[in-house]
């Protein structure tokens, strides 16, 4: 704009005389008041920093007055020049190239009116000067030849200061954004947000497109909403840092927990540092759980140990009493009698022992499963056998399968364990009738039980008989640790248990096995894939319901999805269902996904595993890698990104 106020008053000045408005002046008046316009310009310019100059294109010379280098200050920093030799000894180091080449040569022949040009000079004490020269007018001869360039220059220093320090400033301000670990929200007292500051590489749960100059009511639920407006205002009004807690849920999916500090910030707005606290309040969560889950360990302790006094004491009291009645006693009847009492109770004593011992083994996780192919139907006439013998008078031992061999993989010895308990249980609690060992496949399921016409179980204590020392009859003889051992084992093979019972018409005691092909350990990959040319089959292992959510209603149009709780059940799952692809968390009770990966990885080098985890930490993800996962995505996901990683590898 100032270039064209100056061109207006330059021509102006320079118009011939016949075109100076009326009345007509003498032409030694008319010179003399155009030299007073000439002069109120100068003036003008000077008081803005801005000096004439021109370039004689003939001589290829340059004309500077002598007010030039007072007006632009380049006279107060001891620098002056008539052309380009001299010019170039002042000229900033980073702008002499310009100057010396042939561009700038070219530039000054073939210049245009509106063409400028930025230099930088340095005075005598260092000090930097920014002009910026532009080019109005250029007059040429009647060939059409240029002969004589007009410019002018504007000292800009003051201005680009201001602009370096704008620059300065915005990037200080920009590695101040990028090192906080907070976004920065402002809204107006409206509860508009008018804009969003956050780092480059950061993540928000809506894009700031979608963000910036919404009504914050429809990104909230209407109580956080509620309670953003009430401290928005209240900071407002008292110029206070307000701070406030709250969830937030991402199209009804997965919930996460957010911490705003709100502080005034230009007139009717306020500036919100907002933080994800999401771990935070889930480690808070977990610390709760883990108090609750020790004082009711604690309570199970005491219990434990007021029970394990009672179940003690019974066969000690009696080893105790007889073994001095002994040694007293000269009827060898009544001795035999009493050391017969004393065996008894020997065994009571030891297999209560062995129990307890059993239990710690298989609930700590240190009792190994030891799978192998295992043929269902002689293990199971075996066991007929062994307890056939067993049977009291008057009780006839059934066996119930199917008329061909059934293998599957199993760990043998657990599995006869059970069975052995169940019929024991029977033969303890039946007087009549009969106890049936029976095996049957249902889908792709082993089922085993044992049934009896006994005594059967109240109601009130079929719920409770997985429960450590809990028994039917308080009174009669036994550990009360048996059943849960059996719950415990199948739970570790992915099976489940089961019980049905009705007073004084006998129980049904049956647990299910997944029907394992004999092969999977050695040849899992041979087999054809159950999915066929049907829809692609992907695990998810995820303890947390609403993650397994968010996965389900990103895949579920094109993928079958199946889910479990934690590694234990994807290892079981895997082997049963034949997958084509786990997506497994890391962090998961019972078992780690690191630890699933690898006992997946001894059955199957092939089937894509993909870690899906919430810790950004470099360790946890090379561990899963190591452990031999395919793949690694943190938390939180777009929805593009799960789905490039899973086409990837269900090509």
């Known amino acids: 704009m100032f ?103 070219e530039k000054i022949k073939n210049c245009s009116e509106s063409d400028m040009v930025t230099l930088r000079c340095i005075g005598n004490h260092g000090e930097i000067i920014w002009l910026e020269d532009h080019f109005f007018s250029i007059l040429k001869d009647e060939k059409g030849n240029p002969m004589k360039l007009r410019s002018y220059a504007v000292n800009v220093t003051s201005q680009r200061e201001k602009e370096l320090k704008i620059r300065q400033l915005e990037e200080r301000n920009r590695k101040i954004i990028e090192a906080l670990p907070e976004f920065i929200f402002i809204f107006d007292d409206n509860f508009f947000i008018t804009d969003v500051l956050i780092a480059n590489d950061s993540i928000l749960l809506h894009p700031i497109d979608q963000l910036l100059g919404e009504d914050g009511r429809k990104i909230y ?92 004491r019974t066969p000690l009291n009696a080893i105790v009493g007889f073994s001095e009645i002994i040694a007293v006693t000269e009827n060898q009847e009544e001795k035999d009698e009493y050391v017969q009492i004393i065996q008894q109770n020997s065994n009571l004593l030891l297999q209560l022992i062995n129990d307890i011992l059993d239990l710690s083994r298989i609930e700590s996780g240190k009792s190994e499963m030891h799978l192998q192919p295992t043929d269902m139907s002689a293990m199971l006439e075996e066991v007929g056998k062994v307890h056939n013998l067993k049977m009291r008078y008057g009780i006839e031992l059934k066996i119930e399968r199917p008329d061909m061999e059934v293998w599957t993989m199993t760990d043998r010895n657990r599995v006869t364990q059970v069975l052995f308990n169940f019929l024991s249980n029977a033969i303890k609690n039946t ?99 159950i999915s066929g040319n049907k829809r692609k089959k992907i695990l998810v292992a995820e303890d947390i319901e609403s993650n397994y959510m968010q996965i389900y209603a990103l895949l579920n149009k094109d993928y079958t999805i199946s889910w479990v709780r934690n590694g234990e059940e994807a290892v079981n799952s895997f ?35 993909i870690a899906v985890t919430a810790n950004a930490f470099l360790i946890e993800q090379q561990q899963a890698l190591a452990a031999g996962c395919n793949d690694v995505v943190a938390k939180p996901y777009t929805y593009e990104l799960l789905r490039e990683k899973v086409e990837k590898y269900l090509k």
């Open 575 to 609: 082997l049963r269902e034949r997958p084509d692809l786990i997506l497994m968390d890391i962090r998961m009770p019972v078992m780690n996904g690191v630890d699933a990966i690898a006992k997946i990885r001894s059955i199957s080098i092939d089937i894509p595993i």
């Open 221 to 312: 639920s209407p109580e956080v909403s509620d309670l953003f407006v009430q401290n928005i205002r209240e900071c407002l009004n008292d110029g206070l840092l307000k701070e406030i807690e709250y969830p937030l849920e991402v199209e009804g999916k997965e919930k996460h927990y957010f911490q705003a500090r709100i502080v005034p910030f230009e007139g009717n707005k306020v500036l919100a540092l907002i933080h994800d606290i999401t771990q935070r309040v889930e480690h808070a969560n977990e610390l709760v759980e883990a108090k609750q889950r020790a004082e009711e360990s604690d309570r199970m302790k005491s219990v434990f140990l007021a029970n394990m006094s009672h179940e003690i």
């Open 431 to 529: 007087d009549g009738g009969s106890i049936t060992l029976g095996m049957s496949i249902e889908n792709e399921w082993l089922k085993l039980y044992v049934k009896d016409t006994g005594c059967g179980i109240p109601a009130n204590k079929i719920s409770k008989i997985f429960t450590h020392f809990e028994k039917v009859n308080e009174f009669a003889q036994g550990t009360g640790l048996g059943l849960p051992i059996c719950k415990s084992i199948i739970d570790r093979l992915g099976g489940r248990i089961e019980v049905e019972s009705e007073l004084g018409k006998g129980s049904t005691f049956a647990f299910y096995l997944p029907l394992y092909d004999i092969n999977e350990k050695e040849n899992y990959e041979s087999r054809p894939s």
């Open 3 to 105: 270039a064209y106020i100056i061109i207006f008053y330059y021509m102006n000045c320079n118009k011939p005389t016949k075109e100076i408005a009326t009345p007509v002046l003498s032409p030694m008046d008319e010179i003399a008041q155009l030299n007073e316009k000439v002069q109120m310009l100068k003036a003008v310019l000077a008081s803005h920093q801005i000096a004439i100059w021109e370039y004689d294109f003939p001589t290829k010379s340059f004309l500077f007055p002598d007010e030039y280098f007072r007006i632009l200050g380049l006279e107060k920093a001891g620098i002056h020049y008539q052309n380009m030799d001299e010019l170039s000894r002042f000229v900033h180091p980073d702008d002499k190239a310009f100057i010396s080449s042939e561009k700038f040569k």
